[in-house]
Protein backbone atom coordinates (compact mmCIF):
# COMPACT_ATOMS: atom_id res chain seq x y z
CA UNK A 1 0.00 0.00 0.00
CA UNK A 2 1.11 3.35 -0.65
CA UNK A 3 2.79 4.98 2.26
CA UNK A 4 3.50 8.70 3.42
CA UNK A 5 6.44 8.44 5.21
CA UNK A 6 8.09 11.70 7.32
CA UNK A 7 11.64 10.99 7.73
CA UNK A 8 12.57 13.28 10.58
CA UNK A 9 16.00 14.91 12.06
CA UNK A 10 18.32 17.53 13.29
CA UNK A 11 19.83 19.83 11.15
CA UNK A 12 23.17 17.99 9.77
CA UNK A 13 22.41 14.20 10.01
CA UNK A 14 21.66 13.51 6.40
CA UNK A 15 17.61 14.26 5.45
CA UNK A 16 18.59 15.75 1.76
CA UNK A 17 21.17 13.34 1.10
CA UNK A 18 18.55 10.64 1.83
CA UNK A 19 16.09 11.80 -0.17
CA UNK A 20 18.12 12.54 -2.88
CA UNK A 21 19.14 8.67 -2.67
CA UNK A 22 15.52 7.49 -2.94
CA UNK A 23 15.57 9.69 -6.29
CA UNK A 24 18.92 8.31 -7.65
CA UNK A 25 17.29 4.58 -6.63
CA UNK A 26 13.86 4.69 -7.85
CA UNK A 27 14.48 6.47 -11.42
CA UNK A 28 17.29 4.27 -12.20
CA UNK A 29 14.66 1.90 -11.77
CA UNK A 30 12.50 3.86 -14.51
CA UNK A 31 10.02 5.23 -12.19
CA UNK A 32 9.35 9.04 -12.38
CA UNK A 33 9.06 11.02 -9.70
CA UNK A 34 8.23 14.57 -8.59
CA UNK A 35 10.41 16.75 -6.29
CA UNK A 36 8.66 19.48 -4.26
CA UNK A 37 11.19 21.88 -1.76
CA UNK A 38 11.04 25.11 -0.12
CA UNK A 39 13.42 27.72 1.25
CA UNK A 40 16.75 24.93 -0.20
CA UNK A 41 19.96 26.33 0.62
CA UNK A 42 21.16 25.68 -2.88
CA UNK A 43 18.45 28.46 -3.84
CA UNK A 44 15.10 28.11 -5.27
CA UNK A 45 13.98 25.43 -7.05
CA UNK A 46 16.77 23.03 -6.37
CA UNK A 47 17.10 20.01 -3.54
CA UNK A 48 20.47 19.93 -2.31
CA UNK A 49 22.68 17.91 -0.06
CA UNK A 50 25.48 19.33 2.27
CA UNK A 51 27.84 16.24 0.56
CA UNK A 52 27.84 18.77 -2.81
CA UNK A 53 25.01 16.69 -4.14
CA UNK A 54 21.80 18.56 -6.01
CA UNK A 55 18.77 18.15 -8.36
CA UNK A 56 16.19 20.42 -9.57
CA UNK A 57 12.58 20.57 -7.41
CA UNK A 58 9.62 22.32 -7.59
CA UNK A 59 10.10 25.39 -5.34
CA UNK A 60 6.81 25.37 -3.10
CA UNK A 61 4.93 28.41 -2.78
CA UNK A 62 2.26 29.94 -0.13
CA UNK A 63 -0.63 28.61 -0.90
CA UNK A 64 0.19 26.37 -3.52
CA UNK A 65 -1.88 23.25 -3.83
CA UNK A 66 0.09 20.35 -4.25
CA UNK A 67 -2.66 17.69 -4.52
CA UNK A 68 -3.90 20.17 -7.98
CA UNK A 69 0.00 20.32 -9.02
CA UNK A 70 0.26 16.52 -9.09
CA UNK A 71 -2.91 16.03 -10.66
CA UNK A 72 -2.69 18.63 -13.14
CA UNK A 73 0.79 16.99 -14.19
CA UNK A 74 -0.93 13.63 -14.75
CA UNK A 75 -3.91 14.99 -16.16
CA UNK A 76 -1.20 16.74 -19.04
CA UNK A 77 -0.23 13.52 -19.64
CA UNK A 78 2.53 13.17 -17.53
CA UNK A 79 3.84 10.22 -14.92
CA UNK A 80 4.13 10.42 -10.78
CA UNK A 81 5.07 7.43 -8.97
CA UNK A 82 6.06 9.00 -6.16
CA UNK A 83 6.67 11.71 -4.37
CA UNK A 84 9.27 13.39 -2.82
CA UNK A 85 9.16 16.79 -0.25
CA UNK A 86 12.28 18.13 1.54
CA UNK A 87 12.41 20.92 3.80
CA UNK A 88 9.18 19.40 5.05
CA UNK A 89 8.93 21.49 8.24
CA UNK A 90 8.14 24.66 5.79
CA UNK A 91 5.24 23.57 4.44
CA UNK A 92 1.60 25.09 5.48
CA UNK A 93 -0.58 22.15 7.74
CA UNK A 94 -2.94 22.12 4.62
CA UNK A 95 -0.37 21.42 2.36
CA UNK A 96 0.87 18.21 4.19
CA UNK A 97 -2.74 17.43 3.97
CA UNK A 98 -2.67 18.25 0.37
CA UNK A 99 0.30 15.20 0.15
CA UNK A 100 -1.59 13.08 2.47
CA UNK A 101 -4.19 13.04 -0.18
CA UNK A 102 -2.10 12.15 -2.87
CA UNK A 103 -1.10 8.83 -0.97
CA UNK A 104 -5.14 8.08 -1.06
CA UNK A 105 -6.51 8.99 -3.58
CA UNK A 106 -4.04 8.29 -6.23
CA UNK A 107 -2.36 5.76 -4.78
CA UNK A 108 1.45 7.45 -4.72
CA UNK A 109 3.97 7.22 -2.15
CA UNK A 110 5.32 10.50 -0.41
CA UNK A 111 8.41 10.91 1.30
CA UNK A 112 8.70 13.24 3.51
CA UNK A 113 12.24 15.16 4.99
CA UNK A 114 12.05 17.61 7.31
CA UNK A 115 12.99 19.10 10.37
CA UNK A 116 10.60 18.55 13.66
CA UNK A 117 11.36 21.63 15.56
CA UNK A 118 12.84 24.87 15.35
CA UNK A 119 15.55 26.77 17.09
CA UNK A 120 13.46 27.52 20.43
CA UNK A 121 12.41 23.68 20.28
CA UNK A 122 8.95 24.05 18.96
CA UNK A 123 7.23 21.71 16.23
CA UNK A 124 7.02 23.36 12.78
CA UNK A 125 3.84 23.58 11.94
CA UNK A 126 4.24 21.38 9.30
CA UNK A 127 5.79 18.87 10.85
CA UNK A 128 3.55 18.93 13.72
CA UNK A 129 0.66 17.57 10.80
CA UNK A 130 3.14 15.10 9.45
CA UNK A 131 3.61 13.68 13.02
CA UNK A 132 -0.20 13.72 13.14
CA UNK A 133 -0.96 12.01 9.20
CA UNK A 134 2.03 10.03 8.63
CA UNK A 135 1.80 6.55 7.90
CA UNK A 136 5.38 5.89 9.99
CA UNK A 137 7.53 8.52 11.51
CA UNK A 138 11.39 7.62 10.56
CA UNK A 139 14.11 9.10 12.48
CA UNK A 140 17.30 9.47 10.89
CA UNK A 141 20.36 7.48 12.38
CA UNK A 142 23.11 9.30 11.05
CA UNK A 143 23.28 10.85 14.15
CA UNK A 144 24.54 14.99 14.08
CA UNK A 145 26.66 15.43 16.62
CA UNK A 146 26.89 18.32 19.48
CA UNK A 147 30.36 19.95 19.69
CA UNK A 148 30.75 17.76 23.34
CA UNK A 149 30.52 14.85 21.10
CA UNK A 150 27.22 13.87 22.54
CA UNK A 151 24.28 12.88 20.37
CA UNK A 152 22.44 16.15 19.10
CA UNK A 153 19.10 16.47 19.51
CA UNK A 154 18.38 20.33 19.21
CA UNK A 155 18.26 22.95 16.67
CA UNK A 156 20.14 26.50 17.63
CA UNK A 157 20.09 29.51 15.74
CA UNK A 158 23.44 31.69 16.31
CA UNK A 159 24.31 35.08 15.79
CA UNK A 160 28.32 35.93 15.67
CA UNK A 161 28.52 32.23 17.36
CA UNK A 162 25.80 32.98 20.26
CA UNK A 163 22.94 31.05 20.08
CA UNK A 164 19.48 33.44 20.28
CA UNK A 165 15.89 32.44 21.22
CA UNK A 166 13.93 35.04 19.81
CA UNK A 167 12.86 35.53 15.87
CA UNK A 168 10.99 34.58 12.92
CA UNK A 169 10.41 30.54 13.00
CA UNK A 170 12.00 31.02 9.62
CA UNK A 171 15.19 32.09 8.74
CA UNK A 172 17.35 30.73 5.94
CA UNK A 173 20.67 29.65 7.03
CA UNK A 174 22.98 26.83 7.46
CA UNK A 175 25.35 25.01 9.53
CA UNK A 176 28.03 26.49 7.54
CA UNK A 177 27.93 30.16 8.17
CA UNK A 178 30.76 32.85 8.80
CA UNK A 179 30.86 33.43 12.73
CA UNK A 180 29.27 37.10 12.19
CA UNK A 181 26.40 35.54 10.50
CA UNK A 182 23.20 34.07 10.80
CA UNK A 183 24.07 30.46 11.18
CA UNK A 184 22.22 27.43 12.99
CA UNK A 185 24.12 24.59 15.21
CA UNK A 186 23.00 21.12 16.43
CA UNK A 187 23.42 20.68 19.72
CA UNK A 188 22.80 18.07 22.51
CA UNK A 189 19.39 19.06 24.86
CA UNK A 190 21.51 19.76 27.97
CA UNK A 191 24.13 22.80 26.08
CA UNK A 192 20.61 24.05 24.05
CA UNK A 193 18.96 24.52 27.85
CA UNK A 194 22.77 26.29 28.31
CA UNK A 195 22.45 27.93 25.61
CA UNK A 196 25.89 27.13 24.93
CA UNK A 197 27.23 26.90 21.54
CA UNK A 198 30.77 25.63 20.27
CA UNK A 199 31.84 29.36 20.09
CA UNK A 200 30.98 30.40 23.28
CA UNK A 201 32.29 27.21 24.80
CA UNK A 202 35.55 28.01 23.38
CA UNK A 203 35.56 31.45 24.77
CA UNK A 204 34.59 30.22 27.83
CA UNK A 205 37.51 27.70 27.70
CA UNK A 206 40.13 30.90 27.03
CA UNK A 207 39.14 33.02 29.44
CA UNK A 208 41.77 33.18 32.03
CA UNK A 209 41.59 31.51 35.39
CA UNK A 210 40.30 34.72 38.33
CA UNK A 211 43.57 34.66 40.74
CA UNK A 212 43.51 34.25 44.26
CA UNK A 213 43.58 37.17 46.40
CA UNK A 214 45.67 36.78 49.76
CA UNK A 215 44.60 39.10 52.79
CA UNK A 216 46.99 41.76 53.91
Not at 108 to 124: C, E, N, P, W
Not at 151 to 175: F, I, K, L, P, S
Request: hydrophobic share 40%; glycine share 10%; with cysteine.
Amino acid sequence: MPELVFFSGTMDCGKSTLALQIEHNRSARGLAGMIFTRDDRAGEGKLSSRLGLVTDAVEVGDGQDLYAHVVDHLSQGGRVDYVIADEAQFLAPDQIDQLARVVDDLDVDVYAFGITTDFRSKLFPGSQRLVELADRVEVLQVEALCWCGARATHNARTVGGVMVVEGAQVVVGDVAQSPDEIGYEVLCRRHHRRRMTSATARAAALSPDVLPVSPG
